[in-house]
């Protein structure tokens, strides 16, 4: 056990934490802000009270709950549970020795899940061994994992003048980090904000809302960008709180208030969709949101990147429908149905062939093309961001016929894997964490590889540089070249069709 003191945070404060790692130390489930009622407003948590037991992981986020498998064994653990009001908390990980005077970089991480699903205490979201690391890399940083409202109870817009919920929450963990994580040893003004997935997308936002501006320095963005899913229309936004009211079993906005946590959730199964936030025109300003770059004085820095095939990871749903239903599926997508037919080789007659065809078609669009394109957008920007890249192409270590899929870096991120053979895999983990922890740092992230590349490919058991001719082996470059040659079209009101 450990006990900080924190007089910052309160007269007599104080926060017990649990020793991890030889070097690092756990402060758990802190609540960064209140929930009154359920669609109420946040607010923020600024003062405690004595000793405040941070030894236990926090409740999460009322969502499907499944169990988390293949970790090493030192962060398995239970689940604490859902609990709606209570669920706004974070984890600090941070070194146990901070020399008195120093503030250390931070790292902020939003967690993946589709904004359905995840939280702060994901077992394969834990930074233990990625903070022990840095301590020896000389190249320490606190990390803070943070936790929000997801599904119906955080991104449905059932009240009108507050519709992204959600993203405040994220937005009031930053506003905590800038003014507390100083007593924790870390520097309020060297914030790199990051996130996998869902979290990628929410750090995305982060970096086109006012309100957000001046709260972190850095963005990680891993797999997907903005233009995989802009914020939602308010018209799509009524039409689906429509949805779940009937997935609900329920006709009105007061019934559907008044449903246990439980049914919620359960009509969120029903309806499975992907969940995200409301272009009401005030959060994240004025669109078009995907063509928007950061200026540098916001943003100094972007890294970003994917792997190779991140759609195997949704394969089995993918493939599911017959490989004739799948041909009707693109050819009816509007206005660009038949395009799709054409440049993918689509047929009519039943072919397997299909199957893997929608697969690729999937990536292209919810991947591929979006993280290709953003890359290209922030490079050309005269005032933007310094920019750097990665293509995460280690497959699987468990089963390499899924090749790298969706996720598979947050695992080497991490390093929670119980590797089958981790020596083999050693170098990787080291090379690819000490890019991100440069980074966290404000150093170019690739830098310590021979030429000091911008951009590297993450394959073979290791990190190298990554030059145009590399890249565009790599990556569908001319895919990606014959879809932004379409008519206009919405990626995820394509893709959710699978």
């Keep these: 056990m450990t006990i900080l003191e924190t007089p910052s945070l309160g007269a007599g404060a104080a926060f017990r934490g649990v020793t991890v790692t030889p070097d690092v130390v756990q402060f758990r489930g802190i609540p960064f802000a209140t929930v009154a009622e359920r669609y109420a407003v946040a607010e923020r948590v600024d003062t405690y009270s004595g000793v405040v037991d ?37 984890n600090v990980t941070r070194p146990k020795e901070i020399p008195a005077g120093t503030a250390l970089p931070v790292m902020l991480w939003i967690h993946p899940g589709g904004n359905m699903v995840g939280s702060a205490w994901d077992p394969m979201n834990d930074p233990r061994f990625l903070v022990q690391a840095s301590v020896e890399l000389g190249l320490p940083v606190v990390f803070v994992n943070v936790q929000y409202r997801l599904s ?32 924790f040893g870390g520097d309020p003004a060297n914030v790199t904000l ?11 936002y982060h970096t086109q ?36 009211l009937a997935a609900c079993g329920v006709a ?23 969940y995200g936030p409301v272009d ?9 949101f995907a063509e928007r770059v950061p200026s540098a004085a916001d943003v100094e820095a972007v890294l970003l990147g994917g792997c190779r095939f991140e759609a195997m990871f949704y394969a089995p749903r993918i493939t599911a429908p017959a490989p004739a239903a799948l041909y009707a599926t693109v050819a009816g997508l509007p206005a660009v149905g038949p395009d799709l037919v054409r440049l993918y080789g689509f047929t009519p007659d039943g072919a397997e062939a299909n199957r893997a065809r929608a ?36 497959p699987n270590p468990f089963d390499a016929a899924l090749d790298a899929h969706h996720g598979v870096d947050v695992g080497f ?10 020596a083999k895999y050693a170098g990787l983990v080291r090379r690819y964490q000490t890019g991100w922890l440069r980074f966290a740092h404000g150093l170019p992230p690739w830098a310590f590889l021979p030429g000091a590349p911008a951009d590297v490919a993450v394959h073979g058991q290791d990190v190298r540089a990554m030059d145009a001719a590399d890249y565009a082996a790599r990556r569908r470059v001319g895919a990606f070249a014959a879809l932004n040659a379409l008519a206009p079209y919405d990626a995820f009101e394509l893709t959710r069709r699978f």
Excluded at 152 to 164: A, K
Excluded at 252 to 274: C, I, K, N, Q
């Design 359 to 394: 697969v690729q078609l999937y990536d292209d669009l919810s991947y591929g093309a979006p993280v290709h394109n953003t890359t290209r957008r922030l490079r050309a920007a005269a005032a933007g961001p310094a920019v750097y890249t990665y293509c995460f192409d280690e």
């Design 209 to 244: 809302a006012p309100g957000s501006v001046g709260l972190f320095r850095r963005a990680g963005m891993m797999s997907t960008v903005i233009e995989a899913r802009t914020p939602l229309p308010v018209a799509k936004a009524r039409a689906l709180v429509d949805e779940a």
């Design 413 to 422: 991120f991490f390093d929670v894997y119980a590797l089958p053979d981790p």
């Design 54 to 90: 941070a030894t236990e992981f926090g409740p999460l986020a009322p969502q499907p709950l499944t169990p988390r498998t293949g970790v090493r064994p030192e962060v398995d653990r239970a689940c604490p549970g859902t609990d709606e009001l209570n669920c706004l908390v974070l």
């Design 252 to 274: 009105t906005l007061d019934e559907f208030r008044a449903l246990p946590p439980a049914a919620l959730v359960a009509g969120v199964v029903r309806l499975a969709r992907v």
């Design 152 to 183: 119906f109870f955080g991104y449905l817009m059932v009240r009108e003048d507050e519709p992204n919920l959600a993203s405040r929450d994220q937005q009031i963990a930053l506003e905590w980090v800038h003014e507390h994580i100083a007593a």
């Design 194 to 204: 990051l996130g996998e997935s869902a979290g990628s997308l929410g750090t995305h």
């Design 280 to 288: 009401d025109g005030r959060f994240f300003g004025p669109g078009p």
